[in-house]
């Protein structure tokens, strides 16, 4: 089964600090998604990874960047983070590219911005 | 733009009832339509849609894609409560060296005993 894990499940931070947020895969998976889930508006795509050190700017990308040193983890941050970046963060990964494979989630992390 | 787009957005049923969750989309690249259950934490993948016609099975629920009139549904017959859950509509886009999915708001349904 694939498995992946984000470090968190509830994190609170103060506006304006640096958040980092964790996310590990065990499936060897090319491809690593970062998503944001809000009320009314569904899950929407802030960063992706096709493969070590590859980045592309999703739909949301504003406020956030990505780092991806590792094939199994990539990690979502929050350069100085606002209130309205409190929101419901979900990653995702898949085989790469010919695969006609589903992305598998992790379960998320909710972060509220205080 | 490329959309996604779910109804009901919510949706009250009774324990034996059927239901059908539609989703409808406009996506210029398309690869394939995925639909996924969200209980409390993460989604869990349900089916994978490339062609038309051609319904995917498992249990009590299934699903169909018209890639003519660019709609899916997913029905669930006899539901049971433990069906209560959001239930989200995606559609993977070809992008560069692979795909990336274009989410619905999902259809929250609930399912009293």
């Known amino acids: 089964d694939v498995k992946v894990t984000q470090s968190s499940r509830y994190l609170v931070k103060r506006t304006g600090e640096k958040v980092f947020l964790e996310c590990v895969q065990d499936?060897?998976?090319?491809?690593m998604f970062w998503y944001r889930q809000d009320p009314g508006l569904g899950l929407r795509l802030i960063y992706f990874s096709y493969d070590v050190k590859m980045k592309e700017k999703g739909d949301i990308p504003e406020g956030y960047s990505v780092s991806r040193e590792k094939k199994e983890r990539f990690s979502l941050i929050l350069e100085s983070a606002s209130t309205n970046q409190t929101s419901m963060y979900l990653c995702?990964?898949?085989?790469?590219?010919?695969?006609?494979?589903?992305?598998?989630f992790g379960d998320g992390t909710r972060l509220s911005i205080l | 733009e490329d959309k996604v787009v779910q109804s009901p957005l919510s949706l009250v049923v009774h324990e034996g009832d059927t239901v059908t969750l539609n989703c409808s989309y406009e996506v210029t690249n398309f690869r394939s339509l995925l639909w996924y259950k969200q209980e409390k934490k993460a989604p869990t993948f349900l089916f994978m849609l490339?062609?038309?016609?051609i319904e995917k099975k498992s249990g009590r629920l299934s699903s169909i894609l018209d890639k003519k009139e660019l709609f899916s549904i997913l029905n669930i017959t006899a539901t049971q409560t433990g069906d209560s859950a959001i239930y989200l509509c995606a559609v993977e886009e070809i992008y560069n060296q692979g795909g990336k999915l274009i989410f619905g708001q999902g259809t929250e349904l609930s399912v009293k005993p």
């Open positions: 499936m060897d998976h090319e491809n």
């Open positions: 490339t062609s038309s016609g």
């Open positions: 995702a990964s898949s085989l790469g590219h010919g695969y006609r494979q589903p992305q598998h």
